[in-house]
């Protein structure tokens, strides 16, 4: 396998560090998909995030122990994915520490109970193959795009401890073993988001409302629709802070106030052109599919390296955006009732000469790497039963050749497992 150079740099920054970001706080960076910060108050700790697995935060916790022997008396949830929420038990190591988060704490990948149906075997197939879970690592699941592939991933979700607190009000400030933080609701990624503000020492711990990537506007695991909206004024506040030092839920801290201002403007600016442009074409009559592929980032943001489309893809988000707004239907009556796949395949099949001549395209696609083509044309093929072998070979090496040239490392991931999968079938 041959990875997107530009996908190896970015792996550079997951290397595993604990990095102080002033007297007494410092950061856990490349031990799981998540960072984990440590707060050293007169009598005790705070901690802020947890990482994904109880291996990780053990891993996390055994370099904290060799900075302070403090006990940790309060965790902070940022928001309520997994990969923030799943270390705490390993935190508590036995005690009963408060757990605060938002009033409205929910996620998608933590088991609840519903009245209700919920696509939860969909959702756990499509997050294996978004993050590679099944993948080798070093030149297959080289990343996550914002944190590193090769990561301990026992225990994940296991260390969940469910909110003894929840913050209601817009700002919150507590008082959490001599230090004083303001919890302050800021939704972006998730609707439950909360950051928390370190005054004295100008110290803005920010989620995932920023990390260095393109957001991820919409997640390929399958997600409710993200709010860019409320997501770009998100930033606006974040911006207010003027923070010194910026703390992220992924990726390496910021720690030059004008480093910070000129980033979290950016991301800001490509949330709100990404919408602006979108709803231009909108109001063209134009569908998802034609401006997924019209819509680009201008160069000035294009080119900064938070803004690479490492986990977050502009043309994903075009898409969830227009179904998000308008609904699945793109405007054209001839998707109201379309043939169903199995119809569509059969009669392209035959438009193409037959299955014999279907497959000689695909292949002709092959030897030529028009590896998107191979994937229709291949699609048909199976669907109708026909040379499905042959089909599944040739889908399975353009997956692979795709997935060497992805930029994304959640679409790269998803390429690969899927070619496993397919052979596995």
């Not at 839920?249 to 201002?261: F, Q, R, S, Y």
Request: charged residues 20%; negative net charge; hydrophobic residues 40%.
């Amino acid at each position: 396998m041959n990875p997107n150079p530009e996908l190896v740099a970015q792996c550079q920054q997951f290397q595993k560090q604990v990095i102080e970001l002033a007297p007494g706080v410092y950061g856990a960076i490349g031990f799981s998909a998540s960072n984990v910060y440590m707060l050293i108050g007169t009598d005790g700790l705070v901690i802020v995030d947890t990482t994904e697995s109880t291996r990780a935060a053990e891993n996390v916790l055994i370099e904290f122990r060799k900075i302070t022997d403090k006990p940790v008396k309060t965790i902070i949830f940022t928001h309520s994915h997994r990969d923030h929420i799943s270390g705490a038990t390993v935190f508590a190591e036995g005690g009963n520490p408060e757990v605060i988060a938002s009033d409205n704490f929910e996620s998608d990948l933590v088991e609840v109970k519903s009245p209700h149906p919920k696509p939860g075997k969909a959702l756990m197939a499509r997050t294996k193959r978004q993050f590679g879970m099944g993948l080798s690592f070093s030149d297959e699941r080289v990343s996550i795009g914002i944190g590193p592939g090769d990561r301990p991933m026992e225990g994940v979700g296991a260390g969940y401890m469910p909110p003894s607190m929840t913050v209601s009000d817009a700002r919150t400030t507590l008082q959490r073993c001599g230090l004083e933080l303001e919890l302050v609701k800021a939704p972006g990624e998730t609707p439950d988001h909360i950051v928390v503000w370190l005054a004295n020492q100008r110290i803005l711990f920010s989620g995932d409302n920023f990390y260095s990537a393109f957001p991820n506007l919409y997640a390929i695991r399958g997600t409710p629709y993200r709010d860019f909206n409320a997501w770009a004024d998100t930033l606006d506040l974040l911006l207010s802070f003027d923070s010194e030092v910026l703390a992220p839920g992924h990726t390496l801290p910021i720690t030059n106030a004008a480093d910070i201002k000129e980033a979290l403007t950016d991301y800001r600016d490509a949330i709100n052109y990404v919408v602006s442009e979108t709803v231009a074409g909108m109001n063209q009559q134009l569908g998802p599919d034609e401006l997924a592929h019209m819509v680009r980032l201008p160069e000035h943001l294009a080119n900064k390296p938070y803004l690479k489309e490492f986990y977050g893809k502009v043309s994903w988000s075009v898409r969830a955006y227009f179904a998000g707004t308008l609904g699945w239907f793109d405007g054209n009556p001839t998707n109201l009732a379309k043939l169903s796949p199995l119809d569509a395949a059969t009669r392209i099949i035959k438009l193409a000469g037959g299955a014999d001549k279907a497959l000689e395209n695909a292949q002709q696609a092959a030897s030529e790497n028009d590896h998107q083509w191979v994937l229709e044309l291949t699609d048909h093929l199976i669907v109708a039963n026909t040379h499905t072998d042959s089909a599944k070979l040739l889908k399975v090496s353009a997956l692979r050749a795709l997935a060497d040239i992805e930029i994304n490392a959640p679409g790269r991931n998803y390429y690969l497992l899927s070619a496993y999968e397919i052979e596995q079938s």
